[in-house]
């Protein structure tokens, strides 16, 4: 088992930025790629970013490129998303999860589960 604490999300005015943070602990020697998804109320959960433990390969949903940035620290068994230029459609609440497997853009491709942090964007 894996398990996963978001933390970091808050409220923050239009244009601002946040830093998530996703502390893992357990058997994370089986974690192959690590990721961020987000639900806003009465969507559903949608790809945000992703990226690989070994060689930190990087992922991202077109509609956060260039906006946000996923890094990992191993030693720390922490992954970050750092969140610039925040706009109101990225209020949601932001999941962070762990795979086994190379295929990172479906929820069903992660194997756990954090359990959300909440991110407000104001306009």
């Known amino acids: 088992q894996v398990q996963l604490v978001e933390s970091g999300g808050g409220l923050v005015q239009a244009g601002g930025s946040l830093r998530l943070s996703c502390a893992a602990s357990g058997r994370t020697f089986s974690v192959v790629t690590m990721g961020w998804f987000r639900q806003a109320p009465g969507k559903e959960r949608e790809f945000v970013a992703a990226?690989?433990?070994?060689?930190?390969?990087?992922y991202y949903a077109d509609s956060v490129k260039g906006r946000f940035t996923i890094s990992r620290d191993n030693p720390k068994n922490t992954v970050y998303l750092q969140m610039n230029s925040l706009k109101p459609e990225d209020t949601a609440v932001y999941y962070c999860?762990?795979?086994?497997?190379?295929?990172?853009?479906?929820?069903?491709?992660?194997?756990?589960w954090g359990q959300g942090t909440q991110v407000t964007v104001s306009s």
């Open positions: 999860a762990a795979t086994r497997g190379s295929y990172v853009r479906g929820t069903s491709d992660y194997d756990y």
């Open positions: 990226i690989t433990w070994s060689g930190g390969s990087t």
